[in-house]
């Protein structure tokens, strides 16, 4: 199954590269830097990948990003994940970032950009992939701060297609950057968000209403919402949902009660996706076949999400195009 999971053309859209960092390319740059993580081992660190929630997650993972600290540290990451994710029959990446992440420890913005860009611009001659990034605003940091980020990224607007709205989403709903979305529809910017991940249903609809994303990041809980996912099918707004990640986050008990189904039942435009697949046990692939396997989904349930994938990206590929013709 792994093998016709991964002849599947597919992009991923929902993928943090930090959230690509594995344990053993951590400690390599770790040393290369001079930087101590607070693990002894590999091993060690491997096995504080247990989380409660999204949180905790976040914590563990912003204290890795310690390690990235010079344009090569990101090309190095970046292009790890393209090669990666080219035997995962990955055409296309939508690669999303966290600016401030890297900018509040000191980490010039010019800096992550040069390496992203270095790797990105490689990934088709290299890895037979396409890539862009987007730039994901970090929503438990203040407003102000996305809004001078955005000023930063819009020197880099030939390889940043798009923004997102990341990190911890309970108690920070995403209208409050309603402003900074405006400006980056100014700028050219593609939009998109997560809500609904750990949020309720109200913060999927802000997304869409108050920011106009044109995609949504997670959205499972919209299934909660009959009318919303009545929205979202009609207006073809396509979720990035990321089955592993909703399993170790504990935003679902387990895959088999994932919402996915009911997604598809609604008329959802649903794709698959790793989010941090170094945290979360499984690369792209990994998430199709979880979700076959659990949710009892066939070969041509799996071949109508990779399809979705390419038709839920903000670039007009060739591939999309041959992916269309295709029969669903
Ligand atoms: N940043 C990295 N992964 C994330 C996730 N699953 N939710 C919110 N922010 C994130
Ligand atoms: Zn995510």
Redesign the pocket.
Known sequence: MIDRIRALPKAEL?L?I??TLEPELAFELARRNGVQLPFATVEALARAYEFSD?QS??NL?YQCMSVLRKPADFADLADAYLQRAARDGVRHVEM?F?PQAHTSRGVPLDDVVAGLREAVQAAPARHGVSAALIA?F??DRPVAEAMHTLEGLAAHLDVIKGVGL????VGNPPGAFREVFAAAEQLGLRKVA?AG??GPPAYVWEALDVLGVERV??GIRAAEDQSLLRRLATDRVPLTV?PL?NVR?HCVESLADHPLPRLLEAGVLVTLNS??PA?FGGYVADNYLAVARELALDLDTLAVLARNSLLASFTDLELVAEAAEQPA
């Open positions: 929902h943090h930090e959230g999204l997650f976040l993972y999303f966290d994901c970090v929503r990341d990190s911890a989403e997560h991940e750990e990041d997670h990321c990640s986050l989010d941090d945290y």
